[in-house]
């Protein structure tokens, strides 16, 4: 069984630097498209990110210049990694595998 577990979300002040992994075990990384979503609290769900099996990237425009998805194929983990966090970036973010697997979300507060 497929499992995804994010982590490395807290509280960070405008303009600074967050790093979110997604570990994911039963499978390995290489095998999917895996992306980021976020949702803030009375919105939808949005699309962050997408990384495919072949490593091209997609970013959301609102993210575009300031996010980086990657993958390390030996640690089994898909990084999102966030820059010049602005406070509309606050939300729980969460990983997938080919929109399949789902982890369970880790939050992001943006705040002075």
């Known amino acids: 069984q497929v499992r995804l577990r994010e982590s490395g979300g807290g509280l960070v002040q405008p303009g600074g630097s967050l790093r979110l992994s997604c570990a994911v075990s039963?499978?390995?990384?290489?095998?999917?498209?895996m992306g980021w979503y976020r949702q803030a609290p009375g919105k939808q769900r949005e699309w962050v990110a997408t990384?495919?099996?072949?490593?091209?990237?997609d970013y959301a425009d609102s993210v575009k210049g300031r996010f980086t998805i990657s993958r390390d194929n030996s640690e089994n983990t898909v990084y999102l990694q966030m820059n010049s966090l602005k406070p509309g970036d606050a939300a729980v973010y969460y990983c997938?595998?080919?929109?399949?697997?789902w982890g369970q979300g880790t939050q992001v507060t943006v705040s002075s």
């Open positions: 997938h595998a080919n929109l399949d697997y």
């Open positions: 039963g499978n390995s990384v290489s095998r999917y498209t």
């Open positions: 990384l495919t099996r072949s490593d091209s990237a």
